[in-house]
Structures are given as C-alpha cells and as structure tokens.
C-alpha cells in the first residue's frame, strides 16, 4: 500500500476543492439518477435512491487514485431516520468491485443500482477482464491523516437492512499508474463516473476524500465533504422543514429534471409532498467543512420535459405538518 500512503501524505496541503469549483484539474461532484420503478421494487418498498461520485479530469489528466469516506446519518426530530447502502445480488462483498456495471445490466435490474466502485480508466462499458486488471481495492481510506488498513469497509449483501451497511471507506486506483492506457476520450477533458452509492431508506450522509492522478502523482487534491440528503431535504439544507414543502408546492405538477420531485417519477405531486410531511423535522449534522449537495438530478431520457410552475389552483389542495 505504499502507493496509496505516498499519495495520503500529501493531503493537508493538496488544493481544496470549494463547491464545485476546483484549482486543480481533478474535480468531483454527486449526481442522482432516477431508479426504475421495476428495480425499485424488487429492491425494498422503502425508497430507494441512487447516487454517482463522478470526476471531471482536465485535458492531458488521467485519475489513478482515489480515497473515500462514508458514512449513513441522520436524526428524526418530526419522525424517524433510518436506511442502509443497498448491495446487489451479484455484488463483490470484498471490494466492492462490479466488472460488468452499465454493461450487461439494463435498469430494470437491481443489480444496475449496486453500491460500487468503477475502474480508473473510466471506462463506461469495462469487462470483467478490465476491472480486474486496473481497479484494485486496497484498503480503507488514509484520509485525512492516515495510514488506513488493509482491509477496505464496503456494504456487503448480507447487511441489506437498516442495521448494517451504513459505512463505505476504502482506497482504490490502479497501482501501475494507469501510464498504459487511456481513458475513453483519449487525453480530452472529461467527466466520469468512479463511484455509485445506491441508499435505501430515509437517511443521507456525508462524502469526503481525495484524488489523485498521473500529472501530478504525489500531489493529493481533497474534495469537500459532499452532502448526499435526507429524504425530503430538497435545498440540501440539512433539515426537512417548511423551506423544502415550499419548494414542492412551487414546483407542483412539474415534470423533468427537478429536486423537488423527490421520489424520482418525474413529476411533482401529491407522493412528493407526502414526503416531506413524513420526514418533517427530520435533520443531519454537518462535519466541519461540509457544503450543500452537489450535482443534479439526472432524468430518464422519456423525462425530459420543460420544468416550471403549473397549476396554481392545485396549491389549496396541499397541507404541512407544523
């Protein structure tokens, strides 16, 4: 593990990344996708929720490391806070690996939401031979300080309940410095996917980590403690109150890529703000340092509607819990 302490080393002086602005030419950011209903379904009946850590490398980068801390949080003050980070049915329990992901799964498969980590070389369609060969899961992660262990914390298939699966912490890269290949674009500026965190339930939690790549191996650049939200939380301002039932009545009736539609079916309804009524009051802490979600929701294409205000007479037909 010397390549991932090397690398830890660096990390109090590496550049912090504010927002989603960065200095340096890694950059990261969580994006939610939409689940399909048939997936959803077979998962759990609680609400299910996917999130991709993607990075953005600039032109003549290549990602080769990456450390990550996770954790599942949350207090219910109106009601209760629960979940845990769903594992697939053909999940790696060790590593967390998944060699055939966005491949051989259509979305309709649970095994597409599965809580995984993605090869350095971003490949979107990686074989089970190209997994295995360049992502390499060596451990839990050396961030802040470090060192780490050996042994990485990943969800595993038997802790698919509200008691376990409630912490992801690992380092993962390629060790021969991914200097052999390229990504998908070549050596153009692009953007990835390196991680997918799939939480069922209520609950949210907070990333935080660093990158690292081939331009500047030595030289670890943090990423701020992104906020993954609570259910119901649609500002990303850590609690559930009347600013978020605000934002789904302003939003009532509106299709497309929204946060307000929180059950992701593409549209703002009435299932919307039973939501938020349920999770009223509900709240997470913020660590020091920790910023609003990052991102934005990702619709399935059949979604993308125009989004605005509709139907202002449907206003009276909404309440709130105070």
Do not use: C
Request: glycine share 12%; no cysteine.
């Amino acid at each position: 593990m010397r390549w991932v302490h090397a690398l830890g080393s660096a990390v109090l002086s590496a550049t912090v990344l504010v927002g989603s602005v960065a200095k340096a030419s890694l950059t990261a950011n969580l994006v939610q996708i939409p689940v399909n209903g048939t997936a959803a379904a077979a998962i759990s009946s609680s609400q299910v929720r996917t999130f991709q850590l993607k990075v953005t490398q600039g032109a003549g980068e290549k990602f080769n490391v990456a450390n990550l801390q996770f954790t599942l949080g949350g207090a219910g003050t109106g009601g209760s806070v629960s979940g845990y980070m769903y594992a697939g049915p053909n999940h790696d329990n060790t590593q967390a690996r998944n060699g055939n992901f966005n491949n051989g799964y259509a979305a309709t498969d649970p095994n597409f939401y599965d809580t995984m980590l993605s090869t350095p070389q971003f490949d979107t369609t990686p074989t089970a031979a190209v997994q295995s060969s360049n992502l390499n899961v060596v451990g839990s992660a050396d961030f802040p300080v470090g060192p780490g262990t050996a042994t990485p914390v990943v969800p595993t298939t038997s802790g698919n309940n509200n008691a376990a699966n409630k912490v992801l912490n690992v380092v993962w890269g390629d060790q021969a410095g991914n200097q052999s290949t390229t990504n998908t674009a070549g050596d153009a500026a692009s953007t990835y996917l390196i991680a997918q965190i799939t939480v069922v339930g209520n609950t949210g939690g907070f990333l935080q980590g660093y990158l690292g790549g081939t331009s500047a191996p030595n030289t670890a650049q943090t990423f701020p403690k992104i906020y993954l939200p609570i259910l119901g939380d649609i500002n990303g301002d850590f609690v559930v109150n009347q600013l978020d039932l605000n934002g789904v009545n302003q939003n009532f009736l509106a299709t497309g890529a929204n946060t307000a539609d929180i059950n992701k079916d593409g549209v703002v309804n009435q299932l919307d703000l039973n939501l938020v009524n349920q999770d009223f009051l509900n709240t997470i802490t913020p660590p020091a340092g920790a910023g609003p979600a990052l991102g934005t929701l990702v619709p399935e294409p059949a979604s993308l509607l125009s989004i605005g205000l509709i139907a202002a007479s449907a206003l009276v037909r909404r309440g709130r819990r105070s």
